[in-house]
């Protein structure tokens, strides 16, 4: 595949835009872990967030593959920083329940294991 650069503005051209695909996709799923482990260590929260749903999700092809996933997190059970044998479980205490929408966008070289969260907008739900 080749990459084509714009020079006249310094960017990566989009190669193939936006299209949506299917939230059981493998590579959106690792995007979504990979963000939501960036969420979680940016988030000032003690607690984690876990994905509750996978609301959407669009590709593009630029340099990497660019994904957009539209997502539903919620606080955990599980205080930071997460042990690993512990399972978590979405939190469902009135005082301590919390739902948010996330927008990440996630750039991905999956074949080489490489992702980057490129941008994120979060809002309460």
Not at 17 to 32: E, G, L, R
Not at 85 to 98: F, H, L, P, V
């Amino acid at each position: 595949m080749g990459v084509s650069i714009d020079p006249a503005k310094n960017k990566m051209k989009v190669l193939r835009p936006f299209t949506f695909v299917n939230v059981s996709n493998a590579n959106v799923k690792q995007c979504v872990w990979f963000a939501m482990q960036d969420y979680n260590e940016e988030s000032e929260d003690e607690f984690i967030f876990m994905v509750v749903k996978i609301a959407r999700a669009q590709m593009q092809i630029t340099d990497r593959l660019e994904y957009l996933i539209d997502v539903r997190i919620a606080r955990s059970d599980c205080r930071k920083p997460l042990n690993n044998n512990k399972i978590c479980a979405i939190e469902e205490k009135a005082s301590r329940e919390k739902t948010i929408h996330c927008t990440f966008l996630v750039g991905a070289l999956p074949w080489n294991g490489e992702f980057n969260v490129l941008s994120k907008q979060c809002f309460d739900a």
